[in-house]
């Protein structure tokens, strides 16, 4: 699976962002039991999980700081998941990547948590700085 991000940029804090990962080389999410996702690596500071959605059910996964601001979703005709941002903060800003994989089954949602080294696809990344 080919992952490409897009919709990264420059913000004020307060402001908006969304996000877009576009998928290809394969069947489509729901061919199997695809869990789509974002994660992000700021400078000097480990990798982490953003946001995960289990396409099967629509079950979802937030880190505690962007719970309330951050949206996942996807359009399964598009092969696309999105990352609606609002409300960025300074702290969000960092590279953000979109991972796939089909294959996590109940671990999930601990891989989305934990710094997703099962993800078998990953995007090339794209960089929201958000100013204070």
């Known amino acids: 699976v080919q992952l490409v991000e897009s919709g990264g940029g420059l913000v004020q804090a307060g402001g908006s962002l969304r996000l877009s990962c576009e998928a290809s080389?394969?069947?489509?999410?729901?061919?199997?039991?695809?869990?789509i996702g974002w994660f992000r690596q700021a400078p000097g500071k480990e990798r982490e999980g953003v946001s995960c959605?289990?396409?099967?059910?629509?079950?979802?996964y937030y880190r505690d700081s962007v719970k309330g601001r951050f949206t996942i979703s996807s359009d399964n005709a598009k092969n696309t998941v999105y990352l609606q941002m609002n409300s960025l903060r300074p702290e969000d800003t960092a590279v953000y990547y979109c991972?796939?994989?089909?294959?996590?089954?109940?671990?999930?949602?601990?891989?989305?948590?934990?710094?997703?080294?099962?993800?078998?696809?990953w995007g090339q990344g794209t960089q929201v700085t958000v100013s204070s």
């Open positions: 991972v796939a994989d089909p294959y996590l089954a109940s671990s999930w949602k601990f891989e989305c948590r934990v710094g997703g080294s099962l993800f078998g696809s």
């Open positions: 080389g394969f069947a489509g999410f729901t061919s199997d039991d695809y869990v």
């Open positions: 959605i289990r396409e099967s059910d629509g079950n979802t």
